[in-house]
C-alpha cells in the first residue's frame, strides 16, 4: 500500500481502519451520544482541560470547516480581529475574516519567516480596537512552528484574545490553551491523532462562547449550538457516525501509546532520520531543526530536479509526497512524518529518493 508523507489525511493504523466499520448508530440515540461524550472527554484530556471551564465541539467536515466555525462564531463582535499572517493558513483566515464581514487587521510576514513579536506589539499598543489575535500554531506551508507561549504573553498582557488554527499541530506539539490565554483552537481528526478524514473540532474556553452569545453568523458553523447540543447529549445534524468510531479507537492509541509529547518524539524520531538522509544527498532543509515543527518538514528541491519528477518517481516506488504552495512550488517538497508510519518506511523512502536524486546531482561525465 502507498505510503502517506503528505500533511493529513494520514496512513491509519489497522485498529482505527477497522474502527471505521463500527456500528451504524442513529445520532439522536443514546449510544451515538454516550460515543460523543466519551470523544468529547478524550479530547479535553490531549492537553489536560478542566471539563468545567473548556469544551471540545465536534462537527462534519474537514480542518478548514472547524477553522471557519471558529473565526464566524468566536470573531470579535465588537472590536478588531489582528490576524498574522505567515503562510497559506494564515491567510485563509483573513479570507474568512473577509467574507464573515469581521472587523480586521492583518499583519502580513513572508511565507516561513518567524513572527515579528515587537511589531505584534506595536500593532496592539497602537489599535486599542483590536480585542482579538488569530494565528496558525504549525504553518503546514512551511513546516513554521509559531511561537505561542510568547505571543499568548503579549495578549494576556493586553487582555486580547486568541485563536489559534491547530489543525496541523494538536496532538503532536506542546499547546497550554490555559496559560497562553486561548479563546480557542481548531483541530481536525485526520492530521496529528491519526484519525479518518471528515470529523474535525474546536476546543474553547466556555467563556469565550458566552461573550459570542450574538446572533450566529452562520447556521450550519455555528459552535454556540454545536456545543449547547452536545453538552445536552445531542447534535444539531447529522453527525459522521464512522469517524466517531474512528476517532474514538484513534485516541485510544494515542493515550496509552503517552500522549502528545511521545506522539511529538515519534515524529521527531522520523523526521531526522529523514533529514539525515536527505541531507547526505545534498538536499537542504528550508528552516532549521529548531524553526520546524515535528510534523512536517520543507526540502529544496536539488537544482536539476523538478517537482513532477521527484512526486512521480516516488510515487512509482509507493510513497506520496507533497508539493510547495504558491511561490514555494517550484522550488520546495514537504514530508510530513504523521500517521501511521515507522523507520523502516523513512528507509525505505530514502532507499528510493537516492534513486532519484544521486543521478540528478551528479555531474555530467
Ligand atoms: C491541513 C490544515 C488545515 C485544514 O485543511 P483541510 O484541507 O481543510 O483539512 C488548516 N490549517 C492548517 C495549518 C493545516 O495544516
Redesign the pocket.
Known sequence: MTVLLN??PVKLSPGVRRALAGPDLCHREPEFAGLQDRLRRKLLAVYSLDPDAWAAVLLA?????A?EAMVASLGPREGRLLILENGV?GE?ITRMAAVYGLDHRVLHHEWGAALDLEAVERTLAADPAIVQVAV?????TTGRLNDLAALGVLCRARRVGLLV?G???FGAEALEPLAWGLDAC?A?A??CLHGA?GL?LVVLRRDALGAAAAPPRSVYLDLAGYCRAQDRRDTPFTQPVHLYHALDRALDEFLAQGGWPARRQCYRRLAGRVREGLAALGVEPLLTDAETSAVLRAYRLPPGLDYATLHDGLKQRGFVIYAGQGALARSVFRISTMGDLGMEDMDRLLDACAELIAPASTPPP
Open positions: 500533511p493529513g467536515g474537514s480542518g478548514t470547516a477553522v493558513y485563509r496558525v500554531h504549525h504553518e503546514t488554527d489543525v496541523s499541530s481548531a481536525t485526520n492530521k478524514p474535525s
